[in-house]
């Protein structure tokens, strides 16, 4: 749950700590850092979002300090007497007044909404706090169906802004979270960021957030860690510019407490979160992590990987929520003529990709949809598919430049290679696989150019001895250019296949196509 009106807020406490030889410029975590504190995303490195730099600064600025004053504070009962539009048009009018807000952009209700909530919950943090408790508001209302007003303005019956706690009468209204202090210029600004889509997912899917910080609320911290355990949700591990002790992040996995995935996630917080030191009945400076100025850095080594389950990559492959996922394949991404590559913007209103024989497409229809996705929607999906093509028949027999500057125009923030079957094809020994290799790279460096992220998913398991046997060297060719890759052949071996063991009827390719979007998110 987030933070009580009542708990005292403190601007983030960081210190420099010399790590020594090897580390370089990962100055960015506290003494306690050990190879579990990776990020479930398993980023390569730790990198500031690209709005940095300019919203850093800003901090304790100008921006920061002017607040939108709506005149109003809360009565006897923790509530707003005042209209939520009302106040919204005031803080346009004094927005547009500034220097900060081009005069032709309105203020919407729930960017202002968001900001009320940012301000109160951690208004005096860092740039990168402010964010990141938005896009837990914003991704726990999407898993709740509904939309930033729902969960933070309409919920209680009175909709009215306010406390979530009030003096001597708890929660009597019924609030997920406070939304009772005016925010600043700069905390709507980066309100605005996060409701645009632009804030680039800092906190890996947050959906709730907290602050064990103070001895007196959380004594044992890991009580807290277990509690949200329970519920499935976990902490999403380090993020660059928040201190986690001050606004710790919780992310809804699904997983249960004793199964293999929800034993590591534990462990890795507890490593983080296990023994605390005090200072005052706050966490002491020394415990907390330090993020400088400039950030290029190279991530812990990653905690081993679960052991395979029904969910076979463990921890999520990628992130989907609120972004542009481009889905890049052959046969099994799309159904189409082999005369040339199918390049498909997936519509929500398109239901025939539901019962497709081509996973993947059922896979992108899905992830549209926020369909068995974990709570995940993406903003857009596209699929660039061609029957029978592999990694090296992309590059040498089809228009490259033209299907890369084709996929460009979509702007992609995340792109899910699925390639392997014609791959095996093209040969598995040492030189084929250099070769393969080698086209597999251009992919990933042209997409990567594009600034999206790239992940691949493996070959499936097979009922044809060929592919059976040349499956292990793709997928191993596959984990070494892309990192992040998802074996499906657990999730492929019940499914129904046509005669030649390779590809799926509708009914396995709807099968698969929902396990994959589950799997991959």
């Keep these: 749950m987030p933070y009580d009106d009542n708990r005292p807020k403190r601007g983030p406490g960081m210190i420099l700590l010399a790590l020594g030889a ?6 960015w975590y506290s003494r306690r850092a050990s190879a579990a504190d990776s990020s479930p995303r398993g980023s390569s490195s730790f990198r500031y979002a690209s709005w940095h730099d300019h919203y850093a600064p800003m901090v304790g600025g100008p921006a920061d300090a002017k607040i939108l004053s709506s005149g109003c504070t809360p009565d006897a009962n923790g509530n707003i007497q005042c209209d939520p539009e009302t106040m919204r ?12 807000w081009p ?38 209302a999407h898993l709740q169906n509904t939309d930033v007003n729902g969960i933070l303005l309409y919920r209680q019956p009175n909709h009215l802004y306010g406390q979530i706690n009030v003096p001597g009468k708890g929660n009597i209204n019924g609030r997920w979270a406070a ?18 889509g632009r804030s680039e997912d800092i906190t890996h899917g947050a959906d709730d957030q907290d602050g064990l910080e103070f001895k007196k609320y959380f004594p044992v911290p890991m009580d807290r860690i277990l509690s949200e355990a329970k519920a499935g949700r976990y902490w ?64 812990p080594s990653p905690a081993p990987a679960p052991a395979q389950t029904t969910r076979p990559s463990g921890a999520p492959l990628v992130h989907v929520n609120g972004e542009r996922v481009l889905v890049f394949g052959d046969s099994l991404s799309h159904p189409g003529a082999d005369a040339g590559p199918v390049v498909t913007d997936v519509r929500a209103t398109d239901t025939s990709l539901a019962i497709s024989s081509a996973p993947g497409a059922v896979m992108a229809a899905r992830l549209l949809a926020g369909l068995d996705t974990n709570g995940q929607r993406a903003e857009a999906v596209r699929i660039n598919a061609k029957v029978g093509r592999s990694a090296r028949s992309f590059m040498l027999n089809e228009n490259f430049a033209n299907l890369i500057a084709g996929d460009a125009s979509f702007r992609p923030t995340k792109v899910i290679v699925m390639l392997g079957t014609n791959d095996i094809d093209r040969g598995v020994g040492t030189s084929a696989l250099e ?17 999206a992220e790239v992940v691949a998913i ?26 992040q890759v998802l074996d499906p052949q657990s999730l492929t071996t019940d499914v129904s296949r046509t005669p030649d063991g390779i590809h799926f009827t509708q009914a396995g390719g709807a099968t698969f196509g929902k396990r994959l979007a589950q799997a991959v998110t």
């Design 435 to 451: 070769l393969t290799k080698d086209s597999m790279r251009k992919i990933r460096d042209a997409y990567r150019a594009m600034g």
């Design 236 to 299: 999403v591990g380090p993020v660059p510019g928040i201190d986690h002790w001050k606004t710790t992040l919780f992310r809804t996995f699904g997983y249960k407490p004793d199964s293999t995935e929800g034993k590591a996630l534990i462990e890795r917080a507890r490593a983080v979160f296990g023994n605390p030191v005090y200072d005052g009945g706050v966490v002491a400076k020394s415990m907390r992590p330090v993020w400088p100025a400039k950030l290029d850095a190279p991530a």
């Design 89 to 100: 048009a005031g803080a346009e009018k004094q927005l547009k007044a500034s220097s900060f």
């Design 103 to 140: 005069q032709d952009k309105p203020l919407d209700l729930a960017t202002y909404t968001l900001a009320r909530y940012m301000h109160s919950e951690i208004g005096s943090g860092r740039a990168e706090e402010r964010v990141a408790v938005g896009e837990a508001a914003r991704n726990r």
């Design 458 to 483: 493996g070959p499936p398991s097979y009922k044809n001895g060929h592919y059976t046997e040349g499956a292990p060297a793709i997928l191993a060719a596959m984990r070494e250019v892309f990192g």
């Design 179 to 196: 939304t009772s202090r005016d925010p600043s210029i700069l905390t709507t600004l980066l309100a605005d960021l996060v409701m645009s």
């Design 22 to 27: 090897g580390v370089g410029a990962a100055l």
